[in-house]
């Protein structure tokens, strides 16, 4: 069974920076696109925060953390990190990293076949 595992979630004050790492130790990204997504208190679903392609030449960052998110992935150690800076209160929320079985990104959760746990943001005001 596949396991994405998340790390670098936390506790920061408004205006700090967390860096969000994926890997999937028994797995390979190779091929395959990447996404970050977020659900945040009291919502159900779960929204597409960043993605990018396999190589990486294509990213896709939402319109509301544009100029403060930025997604990237190293083919070698094969892993794909999210930087958050300038976090704000309204970033708290459950972040999962997802892939997918192409190497182009997706839009929406259901294009992601693959999911992690999930790790917890929370930015305090």
């Known amino acids: 069974q596949v396991q994405l595992e998340e790390s670098g979630g936390g506790l920061v004050q408004a205006g700090g920076s967390l860096t969000l790492s994926c890997a999937a130790p028994?797995?390979?990204?190779?091929?395959?696109?990447v996404g970050w997504f977020r659900q945040a208190p009291g919502k159900e679903e779960r929204e597409l925060v960043a993605?990018?392609?396999?190589?990486?030449?294509?990213?896709y960052v939402k319109n509301s953390v544009k100029g403060r998110f930025t997604i990237s992935r190293d083919n070698v150690k094969d892993t794909v990190e999210l930087q958050m800076n300038s976090l704000e209160p309204k970033d708290t929320a459950v972040y999962y990293c997802?892939?997918?079985?192409?190497?182009?990104?997706?839009?929406?959760?259901?294009?992601?076949?693959?999911w992690g746990q999930g790790i917890q943001v929370t930015v305090s005001s």
């Open positions: 028994a797995w390979t990204f190779t091929s395959r696109a």
């Open positions: 993605a990018i392609s396999y190589p990486g030449r294509k990213t």
């Open positions: 997802a892939a997918r079985s192409y190497s182009t990104s997706g839009e929406a959760a259901p294009e992601y076949s693959y």
